[in-house]
């Protein structure tokens, strides 16, 4: 090998002598041809050096007794089994079901004041606000003014009618004057259910200014001010929202494509990143139809008691779909590939130590940086772990450093 590079050399050093003891006339009409010439040698070089690596490289892996041979570093790991589990993860949001609004009973009215601010802790039935209902007592003052008039006029009726049915008795007036006084009792007497009732109307319309929660929970907002009117509605006004915990749930869209791989029921993990919060659940609800818009389905996990959230936080929810029990796994990076296919590299004893051993393997599902093996590997083996970049069959390998 030495004595190729040697050969060139020279052949370079002549090349060039010549050139330069070339007369001027020469010169003109040679100097094209001794660069072309050159760059033949530069090439033939480049083409012989890259021969005599290839060869070293060769021989090296060949000659495994040779002298001059250090065992690369590397690190080895056992290789055991362990269940594998492969995650579908997806971003979601926690859902609060029990977020109430709260509305007025009857119609929107001014606020005259508010009983409850942010954060208070309420219960069913209690006060919440009170709407202004002057014209509601008005109107049920007036109602009951027409409700006395028209028991004072019934009561004429009725006595005018007893005298005429005493009349009548002793033979004395006309059928016709106990027909009308009789008549005008039966009309006073429907008057006065009806007012009656407009009476109780008017009085529940008054006390519907009092506005009342309809559920547990925690005041999360309030947004009315006393003057305004209150309908209740977020989109239109003031409102006051209630939270109830007691029934929040994380729900993510899951791709149409695993409709058939995911369950009521599965198992999943649940993290929270903006307080770095996991628990681990189930999933509690999954929609019956597809999205039209975002081709997915809706699953829902329902989230302890003991876990603080709050509404639309961002969750990140690993969905368990596929586990294989006792099998084998490797980091994705010790898999490699050559014209054989994918293979791993594992130590092998040898009298005077390990030696590098290309396995041939057949991979299943990926899952973070872990891949699992389904054929290739078995139990016990030592794995090159680090260090195996580079690393050739045979080669000698130590994980002791020097």
Known sequence: MKTITKAIVPALSLALLMSCGAGQKEKAGALGDKKVELEKLKTEKGKLD??????????????????????????LTPVGKADFIHYLTLQGFVDQKNISYITPPGQ???????????????????????????????????????????????ALAKSVYNRQKNLWDQNIGTEVQLLQAKT???TLEGQLK??????????????????????????????????????GNPAGGGY????????????????????????????VKVLLPDNNTTFEGTISFISQSIGATTRGFTAEVKVPGNISVKPNQTAVVNII??????????????????ENGKYVLVAMKQKDGFVAHKKTVSIGQLSNDSVEIKQGLQAGELLITGGYQGVFEGQHITTKAD
Not at 204 to 230: L, R
Not at 250 to 261: D, I, M, R
């Open 50 to 75: 890259e021969k005599i690596a290839k060869l070293e490289d060769e021989i090296a892996k060949l000659d495994t007794t040779a002298s001059t041979q250090k065992p690369k570093l590397v690190s």
């Open 108 to 154: 929107p009215g001014q606020i005259k004041a508010i009983y409850v601010k942010q954060g208070d802790h309420i219960r069913k039935g209690q006060l919440i606000l009170k709407l202004d209902n002057d014209v509601a007592l008005q109107n049920v003052n007036a109602i009951k003014q027409q409700l006395n008039s028209i028991n004072a006029q019934l």
């Open 184 to 186: 005008n009792v039966e």
């Open 194 to 231: 009806t007012v009656q009732a407009s009476v109780k109307a008017a009085e529940v319309q008054a006390n519907q200014s009092n506005v009342y929660s309809n559920v547990n929970g925690v005041v999360d907002d309030v947004t009315a001010h006393v003057g305004e009117t209150f309908n």
């Open 240 to 267: 006051i929202r209630i939270v109830n915990n007691g029934d929040t749930r994380v729900t993510v869209t899951v791709p149409e494509n695993y409709a058939s791989k995911v369950s009521r029921g599965d198992k």
């Open 321 to 338: 779909d596929y586990t294989s029990p006792n099998a084998i796994s490797v980091p994705l990076n010790t898999v490699q590939n050559d």
